[in-house]
């Protein structure tokens, strides 16, 4: 289960998220809501846990506390895998708007349409569409 990190955009994040897959299970609890919580963490703007769950299994995140420094998920892709072409070109577009296309969305040798992106919030994605056959890494061999 992917667990990505925010510097204070999380809530933001996962509503975008959330309304891209059509998700209606988003769930949040703030830093100011969380039992036994310094008071210098109660920051009611941070998310301390925050989830729902994308067409291909849950996706969490949480905002970094307050104060703290952290890196942004360079080094991580959350990958999808939507039914068709046109749904994967869909999720692309609304991702990738505000953001930078790293691959343009489009056919590969392993799927009939595949694309990365980083988002507006920094989230690395891979876009692909289900195989219509399973890869065979023995073929042609």
Known sequence: ??????????????????????????SMMRYSDAPDMDDTLRD?????????TLPDGVLMASDYPPGMAGDAQGAVSIMTVTDTVAEGQRVFNALSAGGAVIQDYGPSFFSRGFGMLKDRYGTHW?????PE???DATADA
């Open 1 to 26: 289960i992917p667990y990505i990190h925010f510097q204070g955009h999380c809530a933001e994040a996962l509503a975008f998220y959330a309304d891209v897959f059509g998700a209606e299970d988003l």
């Open 44 to 52: 009611p703007t941070r998310v301390i846990h925050g989830q729902l």
């Open 126 to 130: 891979m876009i692909s569409v289900t």
């Open 133 to 135: 056959e399973p890869l």
